[in-house]
């Protein structure tokens, strides 16, 4: 007999919690925050709004459901499954967050607050999760599929990604490292640099395009569901060993960068969560490209 449904409701601590957990009672946050000119009770209606959109949503699942709740910094220790609706309550970058450990579960992103979250990917009023609880099982239903990063290096570790990928140092000091291109007749150029930054078209409203826009660039930044990626390499310096000709580029389809770790250590990470990072060691080769799973974005 097939297991029903299980909604997993994804969202983080909000600010105002933290800063109650840190001062101990509501009274002596308010008096921290007085103290450098802010008021507590703009924090606490933010928090007031994420935890009434839960709410909304938690009554929404249909009753022959199950659910699970996991907050953000519990996201690398929560097994998803396979029958899992995953519903993102928060900001846009809590749903890249949690797509880095599913497996083509369908996700719907719900905005608590419209007027601080652009809406990029959670674009969903919480009155409307019932609705798109009810349509996202199905195949037919409207969901946008976007393409996805991912790092594979020699030893098997894998990590991917929804809006970039970053290689470099722990600590974002100088990384030293081998770079080439798979098909280019095995050049390959030695580097020191502040890292290398390979991003989706998703990410390309984020950090991709923060670099891109820096540098001007002539590249064209890809859509959100196109098989492209650009790729950066972050304060490239010049020296007697380390170039700076391979700085930019794109990969479509099956292209791959390469980078060969030339130092003690490397990190490869995620959409900013440095936490849950792969670890590389002198002489590893990690290979990043398009990823062969989506994410399946409902609305």
Excluded: C
């Amino acid at each position: 007999m097939s297991l029903a449904p299980r909604v997993v409701l994804v969202h983080r601590t909000t600010e105002y919690e933290e800063l109650v957990a840190r001062h101990g009672t509501h009274g002596q946050a308010a008096f921290f925050l007085r103290s450098r000119g802010r008021d507590i009770e703009d924090v606490a209606e933010r928090h007031r709004r994420e935890r009434r959109a839960l709410a909304e949503v938690t009554s929404s699942v249909p009753l022959t459901w199950r659910q699970a709740r996991v907050q953000r910094g519990d996201l690398d220790r929560f097994l998803f499954a396979p029958e899992d609706v995953v519903v993102v309550v928060g900001q846009d970058g809590l749903v890249a967050n949690v797509a880095k450990y599913l497996a083509g579960q369908p996700v719907v992103g719900i905005n608590p607050d419209p007027r601080r979250n652009p809406g990029v990917l959670v674009r969903h009023r919480p009155d409307q999760a019932g609705k798109l609880l009810a349509t996202s099982l199905q195949r037919a239903s409207s969901a946008d599929e976007l393409t996805m990063v991912e790092a594979v290096a020699d030893d098997t570790q894998r990590l991917v990604a929804l809006n970039e990928i970053y290689l470099g140092a722990a600590g974002h000091q100088t990384a030293r490292y081998r770079l080439g291109l798979d098909g280019d007749r095995g050049v390959v150029e030695p580097q020191a640099s502040s890292g290398v930054l390979v991003g989706t078209g998703t990410g390309a409203s984020g950090w991709i395009r923060s670099v891109w826009q820096e540098r001007a660039s002539e590249l064209a930044l890809p859509g959100a569901s196109e098989d492209r990626l650009l790729w950066f390499v972050r304060e490239a310096w010049p020296s007697p060993v380390t170039g700076t000709s391979l700085v930019a580029g794109a990969l479509a389809g099956g292209g791959r960068l390469s980078l060969t770790v030339e130092s003690d250590r490397l990190i490869v990470f995620g959409d900013g969560m440095e936490g849950d990072a792969l670890e590389l060691t002198w002489g590893q080769t990690v290979r990043v490209g398009v990823a062969g799973v989506r994410l399946r974005l409902v609305g």
